[in-house]
């Protein structure tokens, strides 16, 4: 486990009715990072998002202005922290990865770490996205690597 005693390290969760997956996420974090802050940030959710995450030991806030974009924007300008590790609320991404990531980042002395899913066909969403996620990672590698 790496000793994140001196890095501040905040877990950013933007959330749109995740009532079903908040507490594993948070909890999936929270044992993984259990020195992070983990912070969600509810998108207007109709659920009970907000409170399962309260109930589960989250730091929730509300993003008003509908969309994922709005609410990103909201928490790197409300949260000051070393090290942010930004993830979904509805378990998209795995806490067990959260290490290596923050890992690499530390030892290489980098500014920003991506990880990215293995099988986008399979785990995509609604339809459409795994061509986005395609498109979008061949444009970043060709600007980033």
């Known amino acids: 486990m790496i000793d994140n005693s ?5 877990v950013l969760l933007p959330c749109y009715n995740e009532e079903h997956a908040i507490a594993g996420v948070i909890m999936s974090y929270k ?10 940030y509810d998108n207007n959710s109709s659920d ?5 995450a309260a109930e589960t030991g989250a730091i929730v806030r509300t993003e008003i202005r509908q969309g994922k974009g709005n609410v990103v ?8 922290a070393d090290i942010y590790v ?11 990865d959260a290490q ?16 990215r899913r293995k099988d986008i066909h399979v785990d995509a969403g609604r339809v459409g996205h ?10 970043f590698r ?4």
Do not use: C
């Open 6 to 10: 001196d890095a501040q390290v905040a």
């Open 100 to 115: 290596k990531l923050i890992s690499t980042l530390q030892q290489n002395q980098l500014d920003m770490v991506v990880g």
């Open 86 to 96: 930004l993830a979904d609320g509805d378990g998209t991404y795995s806490a067990d």
């Open 73 to 80: 924007r909201q928490m790197f300008s409300d949260i000051d």
């Open 48 to 52: 009970r998002t907000a409170e399962i």
């Open 142 to 145: 060709l600007m980033f690597i």
């Open 130 to 139: 795994a061509a986005g996620n395609t498109i979008f990672n061949f444009l």
């Open 31 to 40: 044992q993984a990072l259990p020195k992070a802050k983990i912070y969600v």
